[in-house]
Each structure stands twice: as C-alpha cells, then as structure tokens.
C-alpha cells in the first residue's frame, strides 16, 4: 500500500480550483475554505455544545465493522449530546457521531459558520458534524450519494487516507455494498493480498483546515485525539455520477437490505466470495501490466 502527502493550497479563486482539483478528481488540503471572520472558529467548543445542545439525543456508533454486512451502519445506542461529550473528553472510546445535523437543531448557531463558495452547488445549508472519540475510526468506505466532500476540522486531530473509485476491486469491496472488508490500519497482505498494489494519499487534518474529497473517492478516516469536523457537500457537475448515487440511494441500498433478509448469512457469504475473487482479479490485471 502506497501513499502520498496531499497537496496544501490557500487563495484560489473558484475557476482555479475547478481546473486543478474539482474537474480531474484530485483531492486537496483547503487551508481557507473556512471564512476567517468566523464566529465559529473562537466560540465552538464542548463547554458550548453542552450549554446549547446537551439535551439532545443522538444515536452513537461504535466499531468500524460492526456492522460488515450492512450497506450503512446503525447507531448502537442513544445518550444525550452532552453525556457523549463528557465521554469523548474523558478517555479513548471507540464511539463516534455519524452525519450529525446539530445545526438542524439549533439554525441559529449555523449561522456562526461561513465558508468560501469554492465549488459549485456547495449545499452550504446542509452541514453535517462528525465526532469520534481517541482512537476510534470510520470504517473505510465511498459516500453513497457520490457528493464532493470538503471535511472541517474543528478540534482534535484526524488521519484521513484516500483512494479513487478505480481501485475498489483491490479495497475488497463488497457488492452492493459501499465499504470493504480489510483491516486497513493492521493491513494482513496474506489474507488480502491485492492491498500491496494499492495507491493513494494520505492526509493529517488539523484546526481549521479542510480537505476536499473527490466524488466517489474511498476514504478511512482515523481519531488520533478525540474531536470533530464539519462536512459539507457538493453535487457533482455529471449527471451520470448524480444518477449513480440516486441508484445507491434508492436501489442498490435497498436491494441489499432485502436480500439480507430472504438469503441471512448465504447472502453475506455470497458478497464476501466475490469481493475476494474481483480483487484476485485485480492484482492478476495490475501483474499484467
């Protein structure tokens, strides 16, 4: 497995990131995406949180693969907001928020966040915070719907380490699935041996920087220190990739559920023999060549 830093950029205009990341499908590290006069970036901590969103209740997931035969994973349990972030703040835990819209809850507080319009349709009025305790990870996966992502750090420190869709075969992707089966942080190359030929880009996000995650781009994202991040997304230009991830939504996600039920375990079994034999399909391709 191979992995190269991700580039850093600050002050391009729209056109230019376009031309050099947006249309080609490069991912990127966006020092300014984040507007500097950004009540946000003073206020927003656990102790505000607490003050204005304790209360609420939110469903907490817990291990990367808890869920391996689900297309999406489910909340394990529910707790009050500010009883998560005690614990997060307390000591490494595996327990994470997922797509959490806190500023659905509380509308006034997002407007405490601006951020630079880089990319065309930014749905700058649907962000999505993301909260992982020490150690904890995002089992590695391509989001369904094939949206950009630009990722926000807030606090803490996160590993994110990126792939393109082109590569999913070597990631043993599941059919009908959006995720793999590897453990990718304790790679074992016997059992999955197409993980050697695997290129990608490695990134470290700190406070207030943000990385833009191509449509389609598989990413494994690791807590280094308890914190969160706020995502927003972008539809992509192609049609094609619209329809695809309408498909998932729509189709593909709701197929797997149905077969999971008529088939149980044959129909896990089935998708775990075929992610294996694509994948040896692939490294006999990438020998090949």
């Known amino acids: 497995m191979h992995l190269k830093p991700v580039t850093a950029i600050s002050g391009y205009t729209r056109e230019q990131f376009t031309t050099a990341y947006l249309e080609p499908g490069i991912p990127v590290l966006i020092k300014d995406f984040i507007e500097p006069d950004s009540v946000a970036l003073q206020k927003w901590n656990y102790d505000y949180f607490r003050q204005e969103a304790g209360a609420v209740m939110v469903g907490v997931h817990s291990e990367e693969n808890a869920h391996l035969d689900k297309a999406t994973s489910q909340p394990g349990e529910k707790m009050k907001f500010g009883d998560y972030l005690d614990l997060i703040e307390s000591r490494p835990t595996v327990r994470r928020l997922f797509?959490?819209?806190l500023l659905r809850e509380r509308p006034d507080i997002k407007k405490e966040l601006k951020v630079r319009k880089i990319a065309d349709n930014?749905?700058?009025?649907?962000?999505f915070l993301f909260f992982g305790g020490e150690g904890s990870s995002v089992r590695y996966h391509?989001?369904?719907?094939?949206?950009?992502?630009?990722?926000?750090?807030?606090?803490?420190?996160?590993?994110v380490w990126l792939f393109p869709n082109e590569q999913s075969d070597l990631l043993y992707r599941l059919p009908w699935n959006f995720h793999g089966i590897a453990d990718l942080r304790n790679p074992d190359y016997e059992a999955f041996p197409a993980l050697r030929q695997l290129s990608g880009w490695e990134c470290t996000l700190h406070f207030g920087e943000t990385l833009y995650i191509p449509s389609?781009?598989?990413?494994y994202i690791q807590y280094?220190?308890?914190?969160?991040?706020?995502?927003?997304?972008?539809?992509p230009v192609s049609m094609l990739k619209r329809a695809v991830g309408v498909r998932n939504i729509f189709i593909t996600r709701r197929f797997d559920d149905a077969m999971r039920r008529i088939l149980g375990k044959k129909w896990f079994d089935y998708k775990m023999k075929t992610a294996y034999r694509r994948a040896a399909r692939a490294v006999e391709r990438g020998n090949s060549r």
Do not use: C
Not at 122 to 127: N, Q
Not at 142 to 159: E, N, P, R
Not at 224 to 235: D, H, I, N, P
């Open 99 to 101: 797509l959490f819209n």
């Open 122 to 127: 930014l749905l700058t009025w649907l962000p």
């Open 142 to 159: 391509y989001d369904i719907d094939m949206s950009h992502v630009f990722l926000s750090q807030f606090q803490g420190v996160k590993k």
């Open 216 to 219: 389609g781009y598989w990413h």
């Open 224 to 235: 280094e220190t308890a914190g969160y991040s706020v995502a927003y997304r972008a539809l």
